[in-house]
């Protein structure tokens, strides 16, 4: 059974950081490109960041550029994302899924997610 499983979210001040990691076990985690997306109440789901299979090329909402890093360790099945600078308009709640390449859509059901709140 495929699982994934966010961690690391919290609330944060604007302007600080937060580093998510996302666990994922029951397929072959290594030949998945990953991504992580955010939803914030009322909008829809957003892609954030993805990452290919071995990490060569990395792809960011425009908004996040500079400011989030997608990264990945394959021998221990995770994809981490570091926020860094962060913005009340990043709150969201935050998942990871595997995605496919020409189409950005998720590959399996989305996990619980991590919530990031962004608030002074």
């Known amino acids: 059974q495929v699982q994934l499983v966010e961690s690391g979210g919290a609330l944060v001040q604007p302007g600080g950081s937060l580093r998510l990691s996302c666990a994922a076990s029951?397929?072959?985690?290594?030949?998945?490109?990953m991504s992580w997306f955010r939803q914030a109440p009322g909008k829809e789901r957003a892609l954030v960041a993805t990452i290919s299979t071995t990490g060569g090329s990395t792809n960011y909402l425009y908004s996040v550029k500079g400011r989030f890093t997608i990264s990945r360790d394959n021998a221990k099945n995770t994809v981490s994302l570091q926020m860094n600078n962060l913005k009340p308009e990043d709150t969201a709640m935050y998942y990871c899924?595997?995605?496919?390449?020409?189409?950005?859509?998720?590959?399996?059901?989305w996990g619980q997610g991590t919530q990031v709140t962004v608030s002074s």
């Open positions: 899924n595997a995605i496919y390449f020409y189409s950005d859509r998720p590959v399996y059901g």
């Open positions: 029951g397929f072959t985690f290594s030949q998945h490109a």
